[in-house]
């Protein structure tokens, strides 16, 4: 898969349509570069974009609303809420798929050295691309802002890591790194931007200073008022949303509000965040309400709702979660995509992908599915009532499993097909015959990791299964008596279909893969219909 990289440059203009459009126009243009997002705020006076592309690319996007913003942002008459020191203010590199963080600070690098390069000002580095401890932080950079650089570039310790340490009115300084993902969160306040700034100095890590740090690790904050929208704001950054999620943000901010008895009239997201983050805070809110929510699209709609993020514009989750603007272009690929008639077709074509294991896959996803449907037959009726309990802990499993297995029918294609690729490499002299073998084992032990992996996930649906059986409705039996048959078959899969390539070869020791696969056939012995039912409670619930 191809190598992608985020970048998200910030620019000193949130007024100006037309300096707005230009300088999302100058990323878009740029061949391998795909907007996402811009977002504009006229009180900071500040439009973040988001876009993505190949590490070469995001660096050449970057370049080209730099040069856009030379010609069109004069930093000598920049007014605003945010904290700010240059036209291009910030410039980090993020890796989302494929890309290390050291790729990512190659970027950086790269980027830093061509803009001082071509527009003559001064560039500094930040995050995981800092030459100095330092300037690992955003704000330790920008202390003082764009007013202090007259005499902050004067200072050895201040001199930049690119470019002249000269100030250029018209440009300021940018600050340019790689980092992890970034989530910008403001919570909204029906109160004056001192109280919202009592608040943010409560919550933030840094705190009122070394002697008072701040309640949330990794979380940087301050208070400010949004004219457009007549509120003030808790605005913060998130630097590791597993360290400090989005709830524990918003719960710490409500809770220093009810304090000082403030409203909190919903929040805002800036620019785009991860799924993860939505579904972990998702994962809060269902565990704190005791609620039963299986499906992400609801999962997402319960953080809209419990966080307000649509208080002050309308939250689309296809607009705003980086994954599902990444696979929007993905959508109509890869095999599960395909209707079932096309698939089918496909598996029956002349080609060695798919084959097994993406049917292997396949029936197992059909099978957790059928698993699910019958827990779900059997919650949530006045005639099962007593039975609700039971099927909230036992229909998870199988619809997460559901949704694992059906990516592993696309999953097990691309394995294989890497090991066919290897075997398409020269074998002419000495040197290609190596890197060959070297290419084929690698992706040999790929191909072998999906079904081992598929027969993992299989099996650990054996326990939710024989308790399902024991409780669900009995208008399902002949169901769920198949999803026991689809779990045997699969339990036998992968071991046979592999066996051939790891005789004579040193891939791994296969003693420590067919003791697995002996439980495996152990559980799935068990498995038969026929015990299925015997466990069943003799009460008819039709």
């Known amino acids: 898969m191809a190598k992608m990289v985020e970048c998200v440059p910030n620019f000193s203009e949130g007024c100006n349509k037309e300096v707005i459009e230009a300088l999302g126009q100058a990323i878009s243009r740029t061949p391998g570069c795909v907007l996402l997002d811009v977002d504009a705020g006229a009180s900071t006076n500040r439009t973040v974009y988001t876009f993505v592309g190949t590490p070469e690319a995001v660096v050449e996007g970057a370049l080209s609303a730099a040069r856009v913003a030379g010609q069109l942002i004069d930093m000598s008459q920049h007014t605003g809420e945010h904290p700010r020191m240059g036209a291009l203010d910030v410039c980090p590199f993020v890796p989302v798929m494929n890309v290390s963080m050291e790729e990512c600070v190659a970027c950086a690098h790269v980027f830093g050295q061509r803009l001082s390069e071509e527009l003559g000002v001064p560039v500094y580095l930040y995050g995981e691309a800092a030459r100095e401890e330092s300037r690992r932080t955003l704000p330790a950079i920008r202390a003082g802002e764009y007013e202090a650089l007259p005499q902050k570039l004067t200072k050895p310790e201040w001199a930049p890591d690119f470019g002249p340490p000269t100030f250029v009115p018209r440009w300021g300084a940018t600050v340019t790194g790689a980092r992890t993902f970034l989530i910008a969160y403001n919570i909204n306040l029906l109160c004056t931007k001192e109280l919202a700034h009592r608040i943010a100095l409560n919550i933030r890590e840094q705190g009122r200073g070394p002697n008072q740090p701040g309640r949330l690790k990794k979380v940087q904050g301050i208070g400010w008022y949004l004219e457009e929208e007549n509120i003030a704001q808790v605005s913060t950054n998130l630097l590791d949303f597993e360290t400090t999620p989005l709830h524990a943000v918003y719960e710490e901010v409500c809770r220093d509000a009810e304090a000082l008895n403030l409203p909190v009239v919903g929040s805002q997201l800036v620019g785009l965040v991860p799924k993860k983050a939505m579904l972990d805070t998702a994962e809060f809110y269902i565990k704190k309400e005791k609620l039963f929510i299986l ?167 054996w326990p939710p299964l024989k308790e399902l059986a024991h409780h669900c409705n009995l208008a399902c039996k002949s169901d769920i008596q198949l999803v026991s048959l689809f779990r045997k078959a699969d339990l036998h899969q992968p071991l046979p279909e592999f066996s051939h390539l790891w005789q004579g070869r040193e891939m791994f020791p296969t003693s420590k893969l067919r003791p697995e696969h002996a439980r495996w056939e152990g559980a799935a012995s068990h498995g038969r219909p026929g015990q299925l039912s015997g466990e069943r409670r003799s009460r008819d619930k039709l």
């Open 295 to 461: 499906e992400e699209e609801h999962q997402i709609k319960l953080v809209v709702s419990r966080l307000g993020l649509d208080s002050l514009s309308p939250f689309n989750p296809r607009e705003r979660i980086i994954e599902y603007l990444v696979q929007a272009g993905e959508e109509d690929k890869g095999l599960v995509a395909k209707p079932l008639g096309a698939f089918v077709r496909a598996v029956g074509g002349r080609s060695a992908a798919p084959g097994g294991g993406s049917v292997a896959a396949a029936a197992a996803a059909l099978g957790a599915a059928l698993g699910c449907m019958v827990g779900l037959m059997s919650y949530g009726k006045r005639q099962f009532e007593e039975l609700d309990p039971i099927m909230r802990k036992l229909i998870p499993p199988f619809h997460q499993a559901m949704d694992e297995l059906v990516a592993m029918v696309d999953a097990d294609s691309q394995a294989f097909s890497s090991y066919m690729e290897a075997m398409k490499l020269p074998k002419n002299t000495p040197e290609e015959r190596e890197r060959r073998g070297a290419a084929m084992q690698q992706g040999l032990k790929t191909a072998v990791k999906v079904p081992c992996t598929l027969a993992e996930k299989v099996n650990m649906l």
